[in-house]
């Protein structure tokens, strides 16, 4: 079956760096619109940044600037790469991937996204 694993989640102070990564067996990353999604305690799930089959991005308003979305195909891997972390930007986050047949829709927070991995805990203090 597909799974997705996180890592590179941890501790870090304010202003501080992290790279997750998310690595994928059983899926075909170059067909998968993949996004990061965060959840912080007593809060709602919220989209972080997506990426689809053609290497297009977007970010939520929150970390524009801050936070770099991509993918290796080749690895069938995902990263996000935050820097200037901030004490909000403290959630779980979770990677997840969409199946998508190109030219059909746009890969975007609002996709039917099939799977997700675990999630990998960031705290910023």
């Known amino acids: 079956h597909v799974q997705l694993v996180e890592s590179g989640g941890g501790s870090v102070q304010t202003g501080g760096s992290l790279r997750l990564s998310c690595a994928a067996s059983r899926l075909t990353y170059s067909r998968y619109c993949m996004a990061w999604f965060r959840q912080a305690p007593g809060k709602e799930r919220e989209g972080v940044a997506t990426?689809?089959?053609?290497?297009?991005?977007t970010y939520a308003d929150s970390v524009k600037g801050r936070f770099t979305i991509s993918r290796d195909n080749a690895k069938n891997t995902l990263y996000l790469q935050m820097n200037s972390l901030k004490p909000e930007d403290t959630a779980a986050y979770y990677c997840a991937g969409d199946f998508m047949i190109p030219g059909t829709y746009a890969c975007g927070f609002a996709n039917d996204f099939e799977y997700w991995g675990q999630g990998t805990q960031v705290t910023v203090s």
């Open positions: 990426v689809g089959l053609d290497g297009q991005t």
